[in-house]
């Protein structure tokens, strides 16, 4: 088990290197000159050296990765190119805001999706398993923020049962609470779809299995044996899917933001490619791709408490 | 006379275990083929016979090419091999055709029966109608109807699929065909039809075949000479008749009991230890019934007990006087260019 | 003597997307307890189809007729729940293939614990006890630390083992084992035919051991029951029906056994024809298309299942001598 | 990352039958959401493909004085802010999606299928580079990173286009990889290799044809992620730029004058619900149709 996950732990250090160096040749290693890319053929020569001078573009490129890669070292993603304030500071105080908004997103979709995919697994082709087949790959591909507008709309805007902007007064957690749900719902119900789908395939597959058979001869009850045998089994390939997912529930969650004009790092996202402002940027997909890996270990580790066989050594 | 296939001391070893594993002493490599020699003529059929692991499948895909040889030789007919000489392997590929286990493996799914068994004329450059022209004669070889060229391998039945094998198998004309467990899967009707045909063949091209099998039983019947391999060894050689008669190994007559009423001298005990780790001294000695000190600290050498029949065992069951310690089977030293 | 299985002129009929398939047909069989039964066929025989009907396994897809009693119920007239509840009491299995026949994630000791969940009144811990007991039975060495193990780190001839034990853990009536060695070595097959041998005194009852090698039911059953394409064709004492097959299909089948061929030959016996598929059965005798001893009859009439001597026989040749 | 070291099931690949072709088309015809699916998509297609003679106005044609109109007989879906009519920038906006799309997944396609046969079949390095490259590749979150480019490269279709490859490249390579790595230890491949078959030879005689049905499959169930990548970055303003026509940039129009007309969030976001589903359901019936072993146990 130790050395399975020194070794996850040394595979995320290796894509996370990786990762760092596309980023920087995709940011930095512009064909042609970024500076007259980024600010368009009619800026002025002034606002090209500007430009070049705060991203060190002026720089041979070899000084500019170690540059880059030295101040990442430190924690130091550069500064906000209007306020002045480091890109660390104002990421790290969006970044709680949106990964509150992505987890409640994803809970409640765990909480419905894996009963909804186990009772159709339970009974395939049932006119339940119709029904949640047909709801949950009707609601598995829309675009979370299409459904973020409709809700808003309709909740927000015309029945004026729920909050429409913004995150809630600080402090108030039960006024907080209400700006999360449409948002959240929003976010989550495409995962739901895709959670239920998910489940009910592997969980068929997993009752297929030779052992299933062994327990009903001996047996026992077909709900035990779903519950209790088969469904463990079962999540180990859920897991992993969910862990290479989370990047499309971030992406989700970002967008969500930016029509519920919550705080997070949506909304820092959107202001500072509108007043085109890179550092701010990379920053939060630096710190993003960082929190990526990180829960991607956790759902590895996850993988192999669920399943001995990860364990051995290979 | 030359024969048609001479091994000697072929080594496979794979690539095995994590840099863990290394750490803690264990090997990074598993060694599956621990030197094996062997001699096949023209027009024989050669049975290699063995347990899982005992590495007869290795040894039947490193001679036809399938898996690279670590070290040791492979000649054809008097012109040698070592490595990966192109020129050899294409010559070898003309005269060898290779039966999979698993006739629906080995067939690709997408692909018409009839491209299937000329695969091996088109690699060669044969053109397109004459491929067609010989799928159908190679078809009725094996007594399956011109119509199955147009057909899919989901389309036909275990049997038929082996057939087509078969026949693929022989496209190009070999010279040795080598059948891995050419009746597993097949029902004792259809198994006695499958050998038939092998034999069928075997009579009118004289064609030799390196037979590989688990069942004693079919082997007993269709095999001129066996070789029974334990741990990626050869333990013993013989004429068929004498393996069943006279067997000198004690795992070869251990396997022979199985297959008799009286199940009690068969019983081995324990389980076939992993090749990770190989039992010192002679490799046989953790499950062997008969076995003496000498046995856990010293390799046998292969020696002669009869005429054409081989051993590697300290204490072979057969009189101590016709015992008689030989050198291995082919000694002339051999270029080992990819130890 | 008191009949374990008694099936009489028992059906199975699947629902086929191409109309009812007809698996197993009339089958008339009696198994006196404390036997061996060997149940023997090629594929398509309806050998399987029979073994989950005898264990109250047969999807929801399949009609059964006829009778199948186990001791003195009658299993198909029971309800689905008492039905089930004869499943890990009366009746056990141990499966074809040892290597998925055990939950991967879970522990040894807590599969062995669950399959004893009919067992009231003892603790976990006795359950815990009892299963280290059978390991031991079976001739597992250090079953302490198999039952923390997980199957994956077991190899096969011991997994194979483990089921045994599981099976008798129940004490069943009747243990049915499912082609248990097809899956393993020879040697390995040895070894686990001994310990049915052996520990064919510990099931109250008696065994059913479904194969497809004459060779095994010679060295360990009582009985043989041979089927051919869904039909019950010949059965007996193992001693009579392998000395004296009656049935042409069970000569046939005699003479294909390389094994049983004294003297080497390469040109061997082989049956003309193939199984008739489900969806075309034959008029009459369902071996008549590939019987060499056919006569008119055979045609038209299905042969009765008759008893001739100590053996029952379905032939109309066996009928007229 | 699981993905590193992770090993393909050594199972055979979904045996297709034949190559897809109108029996794939008459079997998708037989169930009813299929059916359903693929008269959608190709009505969009068709939308998109003769949209000037669908369209009954000018999508990018101002007039002023009817503003914000609701849904009336002459304008079905009424009008926006510019009084350009909502259904024919609708329907213009189906040649957007479609354009991006197609482009986005094919060159993805491409870019995964060439490097999932190099990695499946090369040397165990080149294999483990690739996939650390695609593991990082992944890692980036898709939203935030193309906000990042766009921040540097300005916003264009070109940029979208880069974009949507980039992101959607190693989900491919992904799937050919490891598609490869099964096929290669098939049987089969390891006979072609044996008669002396050269590496291009087994790709194109074996790997490919074996590999287009899982991938028709995840085309059409990517097709909608595309879509929503398009029209979430032109709803940020960072995509499709104005005047153009496309759903993500009328979104972005509705959202700002949600209050106002809430009719114009709700029309544009309509064939984004619609195509995203009919293309989901279209490949959920393909996989039924080429992949038997993941039919629905009917």
């Given amino acids: 088990m130790i050395s399975y996950v020194l070794r996850q732990v040394g595979l995320s250090v290796g894509v996370l290197v990786s990762a760092i160096i596309i980023l920087f040749s995709l940011i930095y290693l512009v064909p042609g000159d970024p500076a007259t890319i980024a600010l368009g053929p009619r800026a002025s020569e002034q606002q090209k050296i500007v430009f070049r001078q705060s991203m060190g573009l002026d720089q041979p490129v070899p000084v500019q990765a170690f540059h880059f890669v030295s101040k990442l070292a430190t924690g130091d993603l550069g500064t906000d190119l209007l306020t002045r304030q480091p890109v660390l500071r104002l990421v790290g105080a969006a970044l709680p805001k949106t990964v509150t908004l992505a987890l409640t997103g994803l809970g409640w979709a765990l909480l419905l999706g894996v009963p909804m995919g186990c009772i159709s697994a339970m009974r395939p082709d049932s006119m339940t398993d119709r029904l949640i087949g047909l709801v949950s790959t009707s609601v598995v591909a829309l675009p979370s923020f299409l459904l973020a507008i409709y809700l808003l709309i309709a909740f927000a805007v015309t029945l004026r049962w729920l909050p429409a902007m913004g995150a809630g007064e600080p402090g108030d957690i039960g006024d907080q609470i209400q700006h999360l749900i449409l948002p959240a719902f929003a976010v989550g119900l495409g995962w739901v779809g895709y959670i239920a789908r998910l489940v009910r395939a592997s969980l068929l597959e997993t009752l297929q299995e030779n052992h299933v058979r062994t327990y009903r001869a001996f047996g026992v009850s077909d709900t035990r044996i779903a519950m209790r045998y088969a469904l463990p089994i079962a999540m180990i390939p859920v897991v992993a899917v969910i862990g290479v997912g989370l990047g499309n529930l971030l992406s989700g969650a970002v967008l969500v933001e930016v029509v519920f004009s919550r705080p997070g790092l949506g909304s820092l996202a959107h202001d500072a490619v509108t007043t085109r402002n890179s550092p701010v940027l990379v920053g939060t997909v630096l710190v993003t791709t960082l929190l990526y890996i990180a829960a991607n270990l956790s759902t590895d580790i996850l993988s192999a408490l669920l399943d001995p066989r990860l364990r051995k050594e290979a | ?339 | 003597m008191t009949a374990i299985i008694d099936m009489n002129d028992f059906s199975i009929t699947y629902a086929g997307e191409r109309g009812p398939v007809p698996a197993v047909r009339g089958v008339n069989l009696t198994l006196e307890k404390g036997r061996i039964l060997g149940l023997v066929g090629e594929s398509g025989s309806g050998k399987s189809s029979l073994v989950s009907a005898m264990l109250a396994l047969l999807p929801k897809s399949a009609k059964v007729s006829g009778r199948l009693s186990i001791g003195a119920d009658d299993l198909y007239a029971l309800s689905e729940a008492q039905r089930r509840a004869m499943r890990g009491q009366r009746l056990a299995t141990v499966s074809q293939d040892p290597f998925t026949a055990l939950n991967p994630v879970i522990r040894i000791g807590a599969q062995l614990v669950e399959f004893q969940h009919r067992l009231k009144g003892i603790s976990r811990s006795q359950k815990l006890e009892r299963a280290r007991e059978m390991l031991a039975r079976v001739g597992i060495s250090d079953p302490g630390t198999r039952l923390t193990q997980y199957p994956h780190q077991l190899s096969g001839g011991l997994r194979q083992r483990v089921a045994i034990a599981a099976a008798l853990l129940v004490n069943p009536s009747i243990l049915i084992a499912d082609e248990p060695t097809t899956a393993l070595d020879a040697t390995t097959e040895a070894e686990v035919i001994e310990i049915i041998r052996e520990l064919r005194g510990a099931v109250d009852g008696s065994i059913v051991f479904v194969t497809h090698d004459m060779g095994v039911v010679a060295r360990l059953c009582d009985d043989v029951a041979v089927m051919y394409a869904g039909e019950l064709v010949e059965s007996g004492p193992v001693a009579e029906v392998l000395e004296r097959p009656q049935h042409p299909y069970t000569r046939a089948l005699l003479a294909c056994d390389p094994a049983r061929i004294e003297t080497p030959s390469r040109s061997l016996p082989t049956i003309p024809g193939t199984v008739p598929s489900p969806h075309a059965l034959p008029a009459g005798c369902i071996f008549s298309p590939r019987c060499g001893a056919v006569i008119d009859i055979c045609r038209s009439v299905r042969p009765a299942f008759l008893p001739s001597d100590q053996s029952r026989v379905a032939c109309h040749r066996t009928e007229a001598s | 990352m699981t993905t590193v070291e992770e090993t393909p099931p050594v199972s055979a690949p979904p045996a297709l039958k034949a190559l897809p072709g109108w029996s794939t088309v008459r079997r998708l015809l037989s169930s009813p959401s299929g059916a359903i699916a693929l008269v959608v998509v190709v009505a969009l297609v068709f939308c998109a493909v003769f949209a000037p003679l669908v369209a009954p106005y000018d999508p990018v044609q101002i007039a002023p004085r009817i503003r914000f109109q609701g849904p009336s007989l002459e304008h079905w879906l009424g009008t926006d802010q510019l009084g350009r009519d909502v259904l024919s920038r609708v329907i213009f906006g189906t040649r957007v999606a479609f354009k991006v799309a197609l482009s986005g997944t094919a060159a993805a396609l491409l870019l995964g299928l060439v490097l999932g046969i190099v990695a499946g079949l090369g040397k165990s390095w080149i294999d483990g580079v690739l996939l650390l490259v695609c593991d990082a590749m992944r890692s980036l979150p898709m939203i935030l990173f193309a906000l990042a480019v766009v921040a540097i490269y300005g916003p264009s279709m070109a940029t979208l286009i880069t974009v949507i490859t980039f992101s959607m490249a190693p989900g491919y390579f992904r799937v050919v990889r490891n598609q490869v790595l099964v096929l290669r230890n098939m049987d089969f491949v390891v006979a072609s290799q044996s008669m002396g078959a050269s590496l291009g030879r087994v790709a194109i005689t074996h790997l490919v044809p074996n590999l287009i049905g899982p991938i028709i499959v995840l085309i059409a169930m990517d097709i909608p992620a595309v879509i929503g990548i398009e029209s979430g970055l032109s709803f940020l303003g960072q995509g499709i730029q104005p005047p153009e026509a496309s759903w993500g940039t009328m979104l972005s129009d509705g959202y700002s004058f949600l209050r106002q007309a809430p009719h114009l969030a709700i029309a544009s976001g309509l064939p984004v619900i619609v195509a995203t589903i009919a293309f989901t359901f279209l490949g959920e019936a393909l996989r039924d149709v080429l992949d038997p072993k993941s039919s629905r146990g009917r």
């Fill in chain 2, 1 to 339: 006379m030359i024969p048609l296939l001479e091994v000697n001391d072929l080594v496979v070893r794979y690539p095995a275990g994590s840099l863990f594993g290394a750490l803690k002493g264990e090997p990074r490599k598993v060694t599956v083929l621990a030197g094996v020699s062997l001699k096949l003529n023209q027009g024989e059929t050669l049975g290699l016979v063995g347990e899982s692991g005992s590495g007869k499948t290795t040894l039947g895909r490193a001679i036809g090419g399938m898996t690279p040889m670590s070290s040791g030789s492979i000649t054809l007919a008097g012109v040698g091999a070592t490595g990966r000489k192109d020129g050899f392997w294409k010559e070898m590929r003309r005269n060898v055709g290779f039966m999979f286990q698993d006739p629906m493996a080995a067939l690709d799914p997408r692909m018409l029966l009839s491209a299937s068994i000329t695969e091996p004329l088109a690699v060669t450059g044969t053109g397109r109608a004459e491929r067609r022209r010989l799928s159908v004669d190679l078809l009725r070889e094996v007594g399956l109807s011109p119509d199955f060229a147009a057909r899919y391998p989901h389309q036909i039945s275990g049997g038929q699929a082996r057939r087509v094998t078969v026949a693929r198998a022989l496209a190009l004309r070999p010279r040795l065909v080598i059948a891995d467990e050419p009746t597993a899967g097949l029902d004792l009707s259809v198994q006695g039809e499958l050998l038939n045909l092998l034999n069928t063949i075997q009579a009118d091209s004289g064609v030799s075949f390196l037979f590989i099998t688990h069942n004693l039983a079919v082997a007993r019947h269709v095999t001129d000479r066996i070789a029974v391999m334990y741990l990626g060894r050869i333990v013993e050689t013989a004429r068929t008749a004498d393996i069943f008669a006279r067997p000198a190994h004690p795992y070869t007559r251990a396997l022979l009991s199985t297959h008799s009423t009286d199940t009690s001298a068969g019983l081995l005990k324990g389980e076939v230890p992993s090749l990770r780790r190989r039992p010192g001294g002679c490799e046989f000695h953790t499950r062997c019934p008969i076995a003496a000190d000498r046995c856990r600290s010293e390799a046998p050498n292969e020696r002669a007990v009869a005429t054409d029949h081989l051993v590697r065992c300290h204490f072979p069951l057969v009189p101590a006087s016709e015992a008689t310690e030989q050198a291995p089977l082919n000694h002339q030293p051999v270029v080992r260019s990819l130890a």
